[in-house]
């Protein structure tokens, strides 16, 4: 599965901002922190137990725990792909102009360096619709859960909806 997570906006907080994706069955492109005008979808390809510390509390600035798991051969078929990490320099050199928005800046000279590479993101360009059968929804806790059967009167546009808490619990 990739991973999308939403985050508090000017429409609204991370839960609602999830909603909305589930209403429009779309992830919509940002050009947010992409290079180019090309909006893109950005999703995570990190193991469980990376998420898990991608999403500690003391990360919430940044990522929130209300998202989207995506199968990964769904968006792969609809064109989602690994980004190219290299220094910006050297991508405007190697990779053609309209294929920027694939690359994620790296430099390793700079203090602190600069290296999301452990974020292990795929982009996709423009949206991404939402099949049911290839989704779920992830949320922070069993109320949310429950917040999100309530607003689809007991059927959510995708296959679950799974509460992170209790995914990363630990027996």
């Avoid at 492109?29 to 898990?52: I, N, W, Y």
């Avoid at 980004?83 to 690359?103: D, G, M, N, S, T």
Wanted: positive net charge; contains cysteine.
């Amino acid at each position: 599965m990739l991973t999308h997570f939403t985050r508090a906006s000017r429409a609204g907080n991370a839960f609602d901002n999830l909603l909305t994706i589930l209403e429009q069955r779309a992830i919509r492109g940002s050009t947010r922190m992409v290079h180019g005008k090309q909006p893109v979808v950005c999703l995570f390809d990190a193991p469980l137990g990376e998420l898990r510390s991608l999403l500690d509390r003391r990360n919430r600035r940044r990522y929130e725990p209300f998202g989207m798991a995506v199968n990964k051969r769904y968006a792969f078929r609809l064109g989602a792909r690994p980004v190219i990490y290299l220094p910006w320099a050297e991508a405007q050199k190697v990779v053609a102009h309209e294929e920027l928005w694939r690359v994620v800046t790296i430099d390793m000279e700079r203090t602190p360096p600069i290296d999301w590479s452990f974020e292990r993101e795929w982009r996709l360009a423009g949206d991404l619709p939402l099949e049911p059968r290839q989704v779920v929804a992830l949320v922070d806790n069993w109320r949310d859960v429950d917040e999100v059967f309530a607003r689809f009167d007991g059927h959510p546009p995708c296959a679950g909806v799974i509460p992170l808490s209790a995914l990363f619990e630990t027996p």
